[in-house]
């Protein structure tokens, strides 16, 4: 199950996000954004009630269209839900990695350790700066030079601290090419490599051109410098 959705929240003004709709075996009617941020209250409840549905066991993925290390008081809170719930559950944040090095808390991993997390995904997406830098857009407005340094040294932090970690990388056409390097470098990082299959910009151009918005798409690319092709 997947738990603590935030609707715009990034840190990043990623081009896999705005060209984005489908993965692989996701249906049409999906749709990741939500009408507005939750309230604390009413993600616990969402995910109170998501827990009854399995008694036995399941892996609860604390992720969002955006970075869920931003609501970090829902973050634990999710976690302290769960392990109070049933301790046998697996509990895993899902993070871009960098943003997590850039809280107040600079023992971070000491304190997700502490409330029980056991997993942690990174969103890697790159085997090297450069293409790191052109696709996940570090920053937004603010351009965060040593992002993706940050979000290897994310990754290595939290191997050290004993959690079962994960460098993923979302197979756009751009990835797809440099595969063979992104598996080498999460096997040096010494986590598990986990490549997401990716519907592509057709899906997304067919859902924008069903609700005539394809000029979305259009500003876009002229907006944020997109290459289309390139994505």
Known sequence: MNAGMFPGQSRNVCAIRYFT????????EQNLYLEREPTKEEVLEAVRAELKKWPRGCLVKICGYGEPVLRMDIVLAIIDLVKAFAPHFTVQLDTSGWPL?????????????????????????????ELYDRIVRPGCFDYKEDAYENTIKCIELARNHGFGVKATFVLISLI?????????????????????????????SKQLHDHGDESLIETEVKVLNIDRDEI
């Open 21 to 28: 709709s489908g993965w692989q075996d996701s249906k049409e």
């Open 101 to 129: 090095l850039e809280l107040e808390d600079d023992k971070v991993f000491e304190t997700l350790k502490r409330h029980g997390i056991d997993n942690i995904s990174v969103s890697l997406n790159a085997p090297n700066k």
């Open 176 to 204: 797809e090419r440099h595969e063979e390097a992104c598996i080498k470098l999460v096997k040096e990082l010494g986590v598990e490599y986990v490549g997401r299959e990716y519907v592509g910009k057709e899906y997304r």
